[in-house]
Antibody, heavy 119, light 109 residues
Framework: QVQLQESGPGLVKPSQTLSLTCSVSGGSISSTGYYWSWIRQHPGKGLEWIGY???????YYNPSLKSRVTISVDTSKNQLSLKLSSVTAADTAVYYC???????????WGQGTLVTVSS | EIVMTQSPATLSVSPGQRATLSCRASQSVSSNLAWYQQKPGQAPRLLIY???TRATGLPARFSGSGSGTEFTLTISSLRSEDFAFYYC???????????FGGGTKVEIK
């Protein structure tokens, strides 16, 4: 059973860069057919796909966030990372990492981590 | 961008009754649709993919149907643990632009 765990600061100042890490256990981040994803959920709202990465390094981002997002993978640590630059209060959300089967649907999720953007 | 619209926003159902949730796509997504359940304070859980294939271990009271632009998630006999939010998600684009519906809250009547 694949398990994912997000970690990172819960508070980020406006204009700074949000940085999160997701540790994957119970499976290899180098598994073929899986894309490793970040999804966020604004308080009391629905879900927004941020982007994902294949272990080879290929990345795909939501066009609405593409200019500010970087997703990377460290296969030696079985981790993926998210960087979101120039954050504003609108980036306050629960951030989830998830595995995405064949790049289609999300079958395993982390518990999520709340990131608040505030001075 | 493919817009996913879910209805109703809130569905009030008595335990043991049937719940029918709808999801509409702004353009055809074939059968490239998934459903998720989310309880307060928890991550979403995959229920259905390919519009009608149940995820491993999902009880048979959950079923998905539809194709193209109209999809339905049916819970045949609601149990207490089924009261939650439900989201649909399409995965029809390449390069990907995965989008979710706004969700339906299933509450106890």
């Amino acid at each position: 059973q694949v398990q994912l765990q997000e970690s990172g600061p819960g508070l980020v100042k406006p204009s700074q860069t949000l940085s999160l890490t997701c540790s994957v256990s119970g499976g290899s981040i180098s598994s073929t057919g899986y894309y490793w994803s970040w999804i966020r959920q604004h308080p009391g709202k629905g879900l927004e796909w941020i982007g994902y990465i294949y272990y080879s390094g290929s990345t795909y981002y939501n066009p609405s966030l593409k200019s500010r997002v970087t997703i990377s993978v460290d296969t030696s640590k079985n981790q993926l990372s998210l960087k979101l630059s120039s954050v504003t209060a609108a980036d306050t959300a629960v951030y989830y990492c998830a595995s995405c089967s064949s790049g289609y649907y999300f079958d395993y999720w982390g518990q999520g981590t709340l990131v608040t953007v505030s001075s | 961008e493919i817009v996913m619209t879910q209805s109703p926003a809130t569905l009030s159902v008595s335990p043991g009754q049937r719940a029918t949730l709808s999801c509409r796509a702004s353009q055809s997504v074939s059968s490239n649709l998934a459903w998720y359940q989310q309880k307060p304070g928890q991550a979403p859980r995959l229920l259905i993919y390919g519009a009608s294939t149940r995820a491993t271990g999902l009880p048979a009271r959950f079923s998905g149907s539809g194709s193209g632009t109209e999809f339905t998630l049916t819970i045949s006999s609601l149990r207490s643990e089924d009261f939650a939010f439900y989201y649909c998600q399409q995965y029809n684009n390449w390069p990907p632009k995965l989008t979710f519906g706004g969700g339906t809250k299933v509450e106890i009547k």
